[in-house]
């Protein structure tokens, strides 16, 4: 799930067997044009790591169980 400055948007999307992960969203951008928004990475042990991106961005996002 990634919270921009509208809201909670929701990536749907599959972990495969050996932990990576593919979501995405595709949505209309203002100016009525496909906009999508794409996350790619890996679950492994009790850490997550990959980016986020979207036309306009990327992000690189690090998830960890302490």
Do not use: H, K, N
């Not at 067997?17 to 496909?34: I, M, S």
């Amino acid at each position: 799930m990634f919270v921009p400055d509208e809201g909670a948007l929701v990536l749907e999307g599959e972990v495969s067997a050996d932990g990576a992960v593919r979501a995405g969203r595709e949505t209309a951008g203002a100016d009525r044009r496909p906009f999508s928004q794409v996350f790619e990475g890996r679950i492994e042990g009790g850490q997550g790591a990959g980016v986020y991106g979207t036309p306009r961005c990327r992000y690189r996002v690090e998830l960890r169980r302490d």
